[in-house]
């Protein structure tokens, strides 16, 4: 079964605490795993910035929404249990609590407010059935495949100069080659349009790597690792790096997981990542930090 959105939850998470008693977060997600029968990849699968659960993640937003309703209440740290508000809920035995059952109560209209400013103009948080975390992170996924398309466009009309500069800054800024000037001495010798050389796997150059970059159009296919991997021996390098501007096809990634030397493959998608998550040729133009609250802090000796 698929993990239930978080509205889909409410009703069931309600009905769990209705004998009134203290529940545990952990008691409360097992009890409704179990109840919608989710399996263990489900129970694994993680939201895309890959800090929590998308499962747990969608239980602590319905219980917050049940919280700001006033249908339930925390009474210590990590635990809750159902408030008269939310037994009387109950009793009139609704089909399913959703964001626009909730609005009938004050104290969620105050809350959901900012919430329904990040939605898109032309729906509602009960149209998108998707947590505040949930549309934030898919908005800034969203953003970041627009701009790897961009950097990848950007990529495939600079010269080979540029791009020869441009592998040897992401080089240094992932911690390679030592200095910019050691890793531009080793790197970008080919002279056929790409990058080829042996660069310091570390500062010290206790360890090398030969890399190898391209700005290939098509599917870089298995004969071009293999002679790649080949070249390995010739250049006294155990380890290789092998980029493309495109995509590797699925025999040469299968390839490279047969063999002994250690060879990583950096397709066009990849490359913009790293470029992003180095901060190479991209400027931060906005930065967000999402907090939570601090449960130690409040915490009474």
């Known amino acids: 079964m698929a993990i239930p959105d978080f509205q889909s939850i409410m009703l069931p998470l309600l009905k769990i605490v209705s004998d009134g008693e203290v529940h545990s977060t952990n008691e409360v997600i097992e009890t409704l795993a179990s109840q919608f029968k989710l399996t263990e990849d489900d129970r694994r699968e993680l939201l895309p910035s890959g800090n929590s659960r998308r499962f747990n993640n969608r239980v602590g937003w319905a219980r917050t929404h049940l919280k700001k309703a006033g249908l339930i ?58 947590t505040p975390e949930e549309i934030l992170e898919s908005s800034y996924q969203s953003l970041r495949s627009e701009l790897a398309r961009d950097l990848l466009d950007r990529i495939k009309q600079c010269s080979s100069e540029f791009f020869e500069n441009l592998v040897v800054d992401l080089l240094v800024a992932m911690g390679y080659g030592g200095s910019k000037q050691d890793a531009g001495q080793a790197v970008g010798r080919s002279g056929d349009g ?92 906005a930065h967000y930090v999402v907090k939570r609250v601090d449960q130690d802090y409040f915490e009474e000796s």
């Not at 809920?89 to 609005?103: A, D, G, M, N, Q």
């Not at 010290?204 to 159009?217: S, T």
């Open 73 to 130: 209440e925390y009474p210590e740290r990590g635990k809750y249990q159902i408030t008269k508000r939310g037994l009387q809920v109950l009793e009139s035995e609704p089909i399913e609590i959703t964001v626009s059952f909730l609005k009938q109560f004050s104290g969620f209209m105050e809350f959901i407010k900012p919430v329904e400013r990040i939605t898109e103009p032309d729906q509602t948080i009960e149209q998108t059935r998707e």
């Open 194 to 285: 790409g990058i080829d050389g042996i660069i310091k796997e570390d500062r010290l150059g206790l360890d090398v790597v030969y890399i190898q970059a391209k700005r290939w159009e098509g599917t870089v296919g298995r004969p071009t690792v293999q002679t790649f991997a080949g070249s390995l021996d010739g250049q006294r390098a155990r380890k290789g790096v092998l980029i493309t501007t495109s995509r590797f096809s699925t025999e040469a990634k299968e390839y490279v997981g047969l063999i002994e030397k250690k060879i990583v493959l950096i397709d066009g998608e990849q490359l913009a990542q790293l470029m992003m998550d180095h901060s190479v040729g991209v400027s931060e133009i």
